[in-house]
């Protein structure tokens, strides 16, 4: 599975912003879809991730203010980002775990929020 995240950028604080991942290669085994983000100097954490029947958990930090969604038609999980805050500058990496067990990673997009 390969993954092409779009989106990003800078934004105030307030603001939004929508990041979307595509994934191409061997779709059938697709499960969950999601997104981690890594803020400079910190490890990567969870976001929020979605079931292929469209089950979502969120972390604590977004809740209220991020909505994940997916395609399954597409293959493409979103990101819709409200409310934004200085502390959600991180690069933002969309994830893909498997049927087999196996997780795929995107190449990290950047979103800087501006106070």
């Known amino acids: 599975v390969q993954l092409q995240a779009s989106g990003g950028g800078l934004a105030q604080a307030g603001g939004s912003m929508r990041l979307s991942c595509a994934a191409t290669?061997?779709?059938?085994?697709?499960?969950?879809m999601g997104w981690y983000r890594q803020a400079p100097g910190k490890q990567r954490e969870l976001v929020t991730t979605i079931t292929r029947g469209g089950s979502t958990n969120y972390a604590d930090s977004v809740k209220g203010r991020f909505t994940v969604s997916r395609s399954n038609a597409m293959n493409t999980v979103y990101l819709q980002m409200n409310s934004l805050k200085p502390e959600d500058t991180a690069v933002y990496y969309c994830?893909?775990?498997?049927?087999?067990?196996?997780?795929?990673w995107g190449q990290g997009t950047q979103v800087t929020v501006s106070s």
């Open positions: 994830y893909v775990n498997s049927l087999y067990g196996v997780d795929y």
């Open positions: 290669g061997s779709t059938f085994s697709i499960d969950y």
